[in-house]
């Protein structure tokens, strides 16, 4: 089970026990690190995502997608969203190389790659790119985001994230 943490003051997070085995270490865009401040100051206890669980945090997202699905209307998967994310990050011209890197993809048949140093900092510009695009074409300022409390419910609507 994949499990992750993060680092505010780096601005990254963390995905432990992933398919390849490899833990893969992501920035965060401007957009993620203002959810994450912000369940920061609205959730008690050390977790972004508490649940009422033997580990006190989200394992399973199931229940969580299935909440945005019914209150937007979209039928989608999280294989879908990993589709979105990365056919958007390819439509941007980001190289090759960084978007196996963003995916946590291996290189081994590549001599090339096997050259290249691809850090977390590389890739915090391509994953900037990919956020904004996605924001603006959607329409999505930060004062007209929707927060949800836990179980779903509206917990601020029309605030900015100053």
Do not use: W
């Not at 960084?98 to 691809?118: P, Q, W």
């Not at 977390?120 to 959607?138: A, F, G, N």
Request: hydrophobic share 35%.
């Amino acid at each position: 089970m994949v499990t992750v943490s993060s680092d505010l003051k780096a601005r990254t997070f963390t995905l432990r026990d992933t398919k390849n085995r490899d833990s893969h270490t992501l920035p965060m865009s401007d957009f993620i690190y203002d959810i994450f401040m912000r369940r920061r100051k609205t959730t008690q206890g050390e977790f972004v995502f508490p649940a009422k669980s033997n580990t006190g945090y989200l394992q399973e997202p199931r229940k969580a997608l299935l909440n945005v699905i019914k209150l937007s209307g979209i039928e989608f998967t999280t294989h879908d969203l990993r589709r979105t994310f990365i056919t958007t990050a390819e439509s941007l011209d980001i190289s090759a190389y960084a978007l196996k890197r963003l995916l946590n993809h291996k290189m081994n048949n590549d001599v090339t790659s096997g050259y290249l140093i691809i850090d977390v900092e590389r890739l915090r510009k391509p994953m900037q790119q990919v956020t904004d695009y996605l924001l603006r074409c959607m329409g999505v300022k930060e004062e007209s985001i929707i927060f949800l409390k836990q179980g779903g419910t509206l917990a601020a609507k029309n605030q900015s994230f100053s």
